[in-house]
C-alpha cells in the first residue's frame, strides 16, 4: 500500500520527540500499520536539530502551519503546537479539507472539543488525542476500549508531575514549598509561569477529558473544581505522614446517584494505597470498573518520548482506520454520540468526603471545646484530634483534626465560624480524604 503522509505542527519537545520515534522505529511501525507512515510536510518556526534525529526523513519543512494543513498530499495531521489559537483553528481547518488530526493538546481538547468533534462527526474524520492525558500511559484507549464492558464508578490520578514531584521532595525531604517549586523549575519540570501545574488548571483539563470518557458526558471544563498545592506546607505533609497519609494533588471523578463528581485538589491517600506511593515526576491513573475492579495505570506523565509514543501510537490507530467505515469507528468521547449523558456535574458544595483540618489556635482552656462545638452543630462528625506542643514563647498551638465523611457545603460553613473566632489565627487548612481501593 502507500505510504501515509503526515502533516507535522510544531517540533518543539514533543514533536521533536514524534519525528524521533517515527525515524527510529519506522520498520516496526510498518509493520504495525500495515503501511509506512512518513512526515511529508512538518512546519516549525524554531527547533533544534542537535537534538531531533531523523530530520532528513521529513519532506519538507516550513514555518506555515497551514500550508502544511492545506497541502493536498496531507492525510493526517499532528497538532502539538499547544495552547488555544492558532491550533483551534489549524485543527478546524485540517477537519474542513477531509483530514484526520491527532493531538497532544489537553487544553483544546478539554475546552473545545465538543465542537471539535462535531465537526469531525459531519465531515467523517477521525480526531485521536491520547498524548493529551497522561503521557505515554495509554489511559484513553483503556477508557474507550479495554474497559468498555464496565459501568466505570470512579477515577482518580495523579495528572501533574510537576505538582507530584513537589509533594514528594516537601514529603521525603521536609523542603518548603517554595524551595522546590524553584528546583522544579530549574530541571525544566515546572515553566517559569507554573500557575497551570500548581494550581491544578492541566490537572483539570486532563480530568475533563476522563470523565467525559468514563461517563459518556459532554466535555465540561467549566463544570470542574479546581484547586491547587501552594497552600500546602511541609508541616502538612509531616502531620498527613505521621497520621498514615500521604499527600497527592487528584483528579477525581466520580458518578453518584445525584450526578458527576469532578474535581482536582490535594487529597489525604493512605500509605498502604498503591497511587499514595507514586512519586516524583510520574503520573498514575486509578479507575474503578464494576466487573474489573480498581486497576492501575502507571508511567511517564510527560516528556519527549513518552509523549511522542503515545502521538504515534494514535497515528497507527488512524492509519489502520483509514478504509474503515466511519460509523465503525471507535467514537471520540467512547459512547456514541447520540447517546451522550445530560447527567449533571456536581457543584463542589454538593460533594461529600472526609477531612483534614489543621487550625491555629489560643493554647488556652475552652478553645478545643468550642470549636467542636461548632463543628457538632453542623453535623460533622470528628474521627481523631491532635493537638501538637507549641514553640517555645508560642501562645498558638496547631490542633490536627480528621473528620468522617460529609459533604462540602456543611464544611464551608464551620470552617467559616471557626475561622471568625478571635482565639482562631488565619484560615484553616483544609485537605479533603479519598480511601481509593486499589
Do not use: C
Not at 101 to 110: D, F, G, H
Not at 427 to 437: D, G, S, T
Amino acid at each position: 500500500m502507500e505510504p501515509v503522509n503526515i502533516g507535522l505542527l510544531g517540533m518543539g519537545t514533543v514533536g521533536g520527540g514524534t519525528v524521533s520515534v517515527l525515524a527510529g522505529n519506522a520498520r516496526e511501525i510498518a509493520r504495525r500499520a500495515g503501511r509506512e507512515i512518513r512526515i511529508a510536510h512538518a512546519a516549525a518556526r524554531h527547533y533544534d536539530p542537535r537534538r531531533i534525529s531523523g530530520l532528513d526523513r521529513i519532506g519538507r519543512i516550513s514555518e506555515d502551519a497551514f500550508a502544511v494543513v492545506e497541502d493536498p498530499a496531507i492525510e493526517i495531521v499532528i497538532e502539538l503546537i499547544g495552547g488555544y489559537s492558532p491550533a483551534k483553528e489549524l485543527v478546524l481547518r485540517a477537519i474542513e479539507k477531509g483530514k484526520h488530526v491527532v493531538t497532544a493538546n489537553k487544553a483544546l481538547i478539554a475546552l473545545h472539543g465538543n465542537e471539535i468533534f462535531a465537526a469531525a462527526r459531519e465531515r467523517g474524520v477521525m480526531v485521536a488525542f491520547e498524548a493529551a492525558v497522561a503521557g505515554g500511559i495509554p489511559i484513553i484507549k483503556a477508557l474507550r476500549e479495554g474497559l468498555a464492558a464496565n459501568h466505570i464508578e470512579w477515577i482518580a490520578g495523579i495528572i501533574n508531575g510537576t505538582g507530584n514531584y513537589i509533594l514528594t521532595e516537601m514529603r521525603d525531604r521536609r523542603r518548603d514549598f517554595g524551595d522546590v517549586l524553584a528546583e522544579a523549575q530549574a530541571l525544566g519540570y515546572a515553566e517559569a509561569d507554573p500557575t497551570f501545574d500548581v494550581e491544578g488548571i492541566d490537572a483539570a483539563h486532563k480530568l475533563t477529558i476522563l470523565g467525559s470518557l468514563a461517563f459518556g458526558i459532554p466535555l465540561q471544563f467549566d463544570r470542574t473544581y479546581t484547586e491547587g498545592i501552594s497552600e500546602i506546607e511541609t508541616q502538612d505533609v509531616g502531620h498527613a505522614a505521621g497520621l498514615g497519609y500521604a499527600i497527592k494533588h487528584l483528579g477525581i471523578a466520580r458518578k453518584t446517584d445525584q450526578g458527576i463528581e469532578m474535581r482536582v485538589h490535594p487529597t489525604l491517600i493512605p500509605h498502604r494505597r498503591l497511587i499514595a506511593n507514586v512519586n516524583g515526576v510520574m503520573n498514575a491513573v486509578l479507575v474503578k470498573g464494576d466487573a474489573v475492579g480498581p486497576t492501575l495505570y502507571y508511567g511517564a506523565g510527560a516528556g519527549a518520548m513518552p509523549t511522542a509514543s503515545a502521538v504515534v501510537a494514535d497515528v497507527v490507530d488512524v492509519t489502520r482506520a483509514l478504509t474503515t467505515d466511519r460509523d465503525n469507528r471507535v467514537p471520540h468521547l467512547a459512547f456514541q454520540p447520540h447517546q451522550l449523558s445530560d447527567m449533571p456535574v456536581l457543584s463542589m458544595e454538593q460533594v461529600e468526603t472526609a477531612y483534614y483540618l489543621r487550625i491555629i489556635a489560643l493554647d488556652q482552656p475552652g478553645v478545643m471545646a468550642r470549636i467542636a462545638g461548632i463543628l457538632g452543630e453542623e453535623g460533622i462528625s470528628i474521627e481523631a484530634i491532635q493537638q501538637k506542643e507549641p514553640q517555645e514563647g508560642d501562645t498558638h498551638v496547631p490542633l490536627i483534626m480528621l473528620s468522617h465523611r460529609v459533604r462540602e457545603g456543611r464544611m464551608n460553613r464551620a470552617l467559616a465560624r471557626i475561622e471568625a473566632l478571635e482565639s482562631v489565627t488565619g484560615k484553616v487548612v483544609r485537605i479533603r480524604m479519598e480511601q481509593l481501593a486499589g
